[in-house]
């Protein structure tokens, strides 16, 4: 079936430090995959998206690209600020399946 | 402009004891979702709709019913509530269930089952 595999957390970073979280998905066919982030005491807000191969979503200095060859879409920033402290979950569009989320903590 | 909101915000419950969960959307979106998050879970779908009057099974759908009498609702009940049940619920929508299409989500309700 679909599912998501996220890098487990949590990652602790300090300011301006470059950030990967890595996604990889198993999925039939090419759906769209997307990031969400969750701040604290808040619900998801879309992050970015990529609807096919090799598009790369890019929103607030995060992106990702979406690999099929490596079944990935892994996130990156390459400053992180302590506003960026949230966790972040990787979705794939069929049924909607959600990794496991990742919390990230910057330190100034 | 409200976007996705859910009543109560935090609810305890008394195992075997029922509630409902409100979401109310007011961006005229056609499908609505519940998902609940639990700890290194993720978001799990619970039950979906495709429109007002319409309701389907999502991946962990036991244990809980819903109802969509109104296109800018749409109700989560648990009849007899478990500890199991304990987690956070979140309401979503979305305008249409495209390849690309992006959902909405509300603050969340905190459900503890004691």
């Known amino acids: 079936g679909n599912s998501v595999t996220q890098m487990e957390g949590p990652v602790t970073l300090s300011e301006e430090a470059f950030l990967t979280i890595n996604c990889t998905y198993t999925a039939t066919g090419y759906p769209s995959l997307f990031w969400y982030v969750q701040y604290p005491g808040e619900g998801l807000q879309l992050l970015l998206k990529?609807?096919?191969?090799?598009d790369k979503g890019s929103n607030k200095g995060f992106e990702a690209t979406y690999r099929k060859e490596t079944t990935s879409f892994h996130l990156e920033k390459g400053s992180v600020q302590v506003s960026d402290s949230a966790v972040y979950f990787c979705a794939l569009r069929r049924r909607m399946r959600f990794g496991a989320g990742t919390r990230l903590t910057v330190k100034p | 402009n409200a976007g996705v909101t859910q009543t109560p915000k935090f609810r305890v419950l008394k195992t075997g004891q029922s509630m409902t969960l409100l979401c109310a959307q007011d961006m005229n979106h056609e499908y609505m979702y519940w998902y609940r998050q639990d700890p290194g879970m993720g978001l799990r779908l619970i039950h979906y709709?495709?429109?007002?009057?319409?309701?389907a099974k999502g991946e962990v759908p036991d244990g809980y019913n819903v109802s969509r009498l109104k296109k800018q609702n749409f109700l989560l009940g648990l009849e007899s509530a478990a500890p199991s049940q304990t987690s956070v619920y979140f309401c979503?929508?979305?305008?249409?269930?495209?390849?690309?299409?992006?959902?909405?989500f509300g603050p969340g309700t905190r459900l503890t089952v004691l």
């Open positions: 709709s495709v429109g007002e009057g319409t309701t």
């Open positions: 979503a929508s979305s305008f249409y269930p495209g390849p690309a299409d992006t959902q909405y």
């Open positions: 990529a609807t096919k191969a090799d």
